[in-house]
């Protein structure tokens, strides 16, 4: 076998062309005024990780999030698509199907999915690759308001993570001026709940339970040692507070 066995020309460029050809088809489709169901009906997608599979090793493996991510959360997404196709709430944002479905007991099953789904979004986000930088500004200083230190609060992310009975959510959450840390059961998020996300951790066993086994405190306390995406945090911190 040569070396480098070249590409063939021809396949970036057919793909291209194929896009070009689907892409002009809906605008004809939306010109002769067909429904819009590459707009408005668009399914909910599983966004890839925000870095490489191996960036967290070895405190998440990629083996990990080749379950979590690959299975877990893309089941999450597939499942809500099937649920909202052909109903109201088909098409709508990911956030709004949430609010909309956590009122109604009738929707549980579009609830636990939803809410799983953007909870998944939202923990990828929360974690970066070890060595980032600290919080500062105005994360810093209302961190060090509501919990003393920077020590303080992961020190009352762990306790949450590690007190949530069963599955669940341990997060930081802004409350008007303040910081808290909150958790949740199964699928509940606070995103229903008026305050202002910032960073979560999933304390699912199946977050951590091919790295660490039944250690949970050690995944919680690695995780939130050096893994914590801090600039996430301060983008979600309210303006006006
Ligand atoms: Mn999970």
Same mark, same amino acid.
């Given at each position: 076998?040569? /070396?480098? $066995? ?32 590459? /707009? ?66 009738a929707s549980r099953a ?40 920077? /020590? ?36 509940? $998020? ?45 983008s979600n911190l309210p303006?006006?507070a």
């Open positions: 076998m040569p /070396e480098e $066995t070249p590409r063939p020309e021809t396949t970036d460029a057919s793909r291209r062309d194929f896009l070009k050809g689907a892409a002009a088809a809906a605008v004809a489709a939306g010109a002769l005024g067909f429904p819009a169901i590459l /707009e408005g009906a668009a399914p909910h997608e599983l966004a890839p990780l925000p870095w490489p599979d191996t960036a967290l090793e070895p405190v998440i493996s990629a083996k990990t999030l080749s379950f979590h991510w690959g299975k877990h959360h893309r089941g999450y997404v597939d499942a809500l698509n099937g649920l909202v196709k052909g109903g109201p709430l088909e098409g709508k944002p990911l956030a709004d199907v949430v609010r909309a479905s956590a009122a109604d007991t579009v609830f636990n999915n939803a809410a799983q789904a953007w909870n998944h979004d939202f923990f990828w986000k929360s974690l970066r690759p070890k060595g980032g930088a600290a919080p500062s500004g105005a994360l810093a200083e209302r961190i060090e308001a509501s919990f003393g230190s920077l /020590e303080g609060l992961k020190k009352e992310l762990v306790a949450a993570g590690l007190g949530q009975f069963g599955s669940g959510w341990a997060w930081l959450v802004a409350d008007g001026a303040a910081l808290k840390v909150v958790k949740t059961a199964n699928a509940d $998020t606070p995103l229903t709940t008026g305050v202002a996300p910032l960073l979560v951790l999933d304390v699912w066993e199946h977050a951590y339970y091919l790295d660490w086994q039944n250690r949970r405190k050690d995944y919680l306390t690695a995780v939130v040692d050096a893994y914590l995406n801090w600039e996430f945090a301060a303006k006006k």
